[in-house]
């Protein structure tokens, strides 16, 4: 079993007029396994804890850590927390032109896996991964993410997934933007994922609809750049009813 722990995490985002504080104390474990929802208000930091994980380069960890079985995710390159067995999709994909989904998807395996899969398999592996999510055989040979629609972009982060085989993956609104039957597809292959590997899931999410199709096992609130509460399912059904405002205003008032 696989442990990822994140600490007291502070980070903040880098932009022209200088640092802006985003994180305030971030605290989670997630075991591989586990299934988690962070849910919060817009603009509370979910989308920043996902790129303080995943090392990009405009937001900057001013203190706290993030542990990967004990090993310091912080220190390691963007390509050393794939290998680790880190999976980061972004609320934003982004577009790399010239470069086919083919290449792209064969080269990121070759880097998390350390070597290049065996072609035979590999053809085999990504046609039947892009039949049960419902891509286009076309797509093999479009640019990444060029022109793809949102729920484009969100079934081939879980393509990703799916062929990089993570043991923690950070699934950051990918329910935003897919139709019912979209997000119908994308949550079976996630099932599917999840019940073939022992996978850690960080589901961050808005809305509670993804929630009825990816079960969690636990449900986070985050506002004000931390999580601040905890629970079960039952705390998704909760916030359905009542919404954040109880989170919201209490971080007013401090
Ligand atoms: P969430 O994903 O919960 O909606 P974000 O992490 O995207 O929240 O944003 C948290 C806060 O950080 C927001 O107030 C947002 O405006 C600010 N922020 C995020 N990225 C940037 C950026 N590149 N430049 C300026 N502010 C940013
Ligand atoms: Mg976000
Ligand atoms: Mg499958």
């Known amino acids: 079993m696989a442990t990822l722990e994140i600490k007291d995490l502070h980070a903040d985002v880098v932009t022209d007029e200088g640092n802006k ?21 817009n603009g509370s930091g979910k989308s920043t804890l996902s790129y303080a994980i995943a090392g990009h380069p405009k937001y900057e960890v001013t203190s706290g850590e993030v542990l990967l079985d004990g090993e310091n995710v ?13 999976f980061l999709a972004m ?14 998807l064969r080269s990121a ?3 998390v896996r350390g070597e290049a899969p065996k072609l035979r398999h590999w053809v085999k592996e990504v046609k039947d991964e892009m039949a049960q999510l419902e891509i286009s055989s076309e797509f093999a040979e479009r640019s990444v993410n060029e022109g793809f629609s949102g729920g484009e972009k969100k ?31 994308v949550s079976e292959a996630v099932n599917e994922y999840k019940s073939g590997n ?17 079960e969690p096992d ?17 705390l998704a059904d909760e916030l359905e009813a009542n919404g954040y405002v109880k989170y919201t205003t209490a971080e007013a008032a401090v």
């Open 218 to 234: 636990f449900v986070h609130v985050f506002a004000g750049g931390k999580v601040v509460e905890s629970g079960g399912k039952e």
């Open 109 to 111: 395996a070759t880097a």
């Open 21 to 41: 504080p985003i994180l305030t104390g971030v605290n989670l474990t997630i075991r591989s396994g586990e299934t988690h929802a962070i849910m919060g208000p």
């Open 74 to 86: 912080l220190e390691m390159s963007v390509d050393e927390r794939a290998r680790a067995g880190l």
């Open 198 to 214: 022992e996978v850690g899931v960080m589901l961050i999410t808005h809305y509670t609809r993804i929630l009825k199709h990816i």
């Open 155 to 185: 079934r081939h982060e879980i393509l990703q997934m799916a062929l990089l085989k993570p043991k923690f993956a950070v699934l950051d609104e990918t329910d935003s933007g897919l139709d019912v039957d979209a997000l119908r597809v």
């Open 91 to 104: 609320q934003y994909p982004v577009e790399v032109p010239g470069v086919s989904m083919s290449n792209f």
